[in-house]
């Protein structure tokens, strides 16, 4: 059984997939009793927001997500936070990874247009193609600081592995790794590091039963099946 390995920083704190209400609703208390950033929702916004996150929870694992995690914490001063997503997509490529990842790297270009950019370059795991660009997105009111719906503009960083036909035979999916940020302006000096450490740590291995966990060098290692 192939497992996608990752190593995180230990400020990223794991969205739980495909959770029941129960689950998205301790979620929910936990995070607005150690933060302020909420305000101070009611019991009705309270339920708005388990049943927001019990919703996201869910899409994101019948698309393919296989971890998901929050990060928030403080970046000069300032308040940052960003989503980070790992998804492992049904894609028969073939038995040539770099080929997959230009043609990958070729199409999102054309269909995302000129703000983003992007190359293929060489990480431990073969050819990947990354990405980088804005989007923005609709906020909802229960989750808005303004309690109204808003736009919100997200720093994007995309890269697509194919994954080696040696990992699982003839190459038959590839590895998303996708990661957000409202705080556009500390997506250089800020994130942009991170997310090339955790892409260099990513690994397709097999063996152990399970998600283990391991703290390496203040980094939280997150293991998954793929």
């Not at 808003?150 to 699982?168: G, K, S, Y």
Request: with cysteine.
């Amino acid at each position: 059984m192939m497992r996608v390995s990752l190593s995180v920083p230990a400020e990223f704190e794991e969205i739980p997939l495909g959770a029941d209400f129960e689950t998205a609703w301790s979620e929910v208390n936990r995070h607005n009793a150690h933060t302020s950033l909420m305000g101070t929702p009611d019991q009705e916004q309270l339920n708005e927001m388990a049943q927001a996150l019990q919703k996201i929870s869910c899409f994101l694992n019948e698309v393919g997500v296989v971890y998901a995690a929050n990060c928030l914490h403080s970046f000069h001063g300032e308040p940052s936070m960003g989503t980070l997503a790992v998804a492992v997509l049904d894609f028969p490529y073939g038995s040539d990874p770099a080929t997959a990842a230009r043609g990958t790297l070729r199409g999102v270009l054309e269909s995302r247009g000129p703000e983003w950019t992007g190359s293929v370059i060489d990480t431990p795991c073969g050819p990947t193609a990354v990405f980088t660009g804005g989007q923005s997105y609709g906020l909802p009111p229960v989750f808005s600081p303004t309690g109204e719906a808003i736009e919100v503009l997200t720093a994007q960083f995309h890269a697509i592995t194919p994954i080696p036909p040696e990992a699982e035979g003839e190459g038959r999916r590839m590895c998303l790794l996708a990661f957000s940020t409202p705080n556009v302006g500390h997506w250089e000096k800020c994130y942009a590091p991170i997310m090339a450490d955790v892409l260099r740590s990513l690994r397709f291995t097999e063996g152990f039963q399970g998600a283990d966990r391991a703290d390496q060098c203040a980094a939280e290692a997150a293991s998954i099946e793929g």
